[in-house]
């Protein structure tokens, strides 16, 4: 089974999405958005620009 998106809303009507892997390991969670539209263009995105990022070191060193 692959991955999968989960949509989340709250009472304020935000929404934001989890990325969970086959196992159902939170692997990401998205900012809040403040439509379901929004959130689904960023799942979009993520789907588009994912298989080609690059692991950039970033802040202060770790230890």
Do not use: N, W
């Amino acid at each position: 089974m692959p991955g999968k998106f989960e949509v989340h809303s709250d009472k304020a009507q935000e929404f934001r999405f989890t990325l969970k892997a086959a196992s159902g390991e939170v692997i990401a969670v998205s900012e809040v958005f403040d439509s379901r539209e929004a959130c689904e263009r960023s799942i979009e995105a993520v789907r588009k620009h994912a298989p080609y990022a690059k692991l950039v070191e970033s802040g202060a060193p770790v230890g």
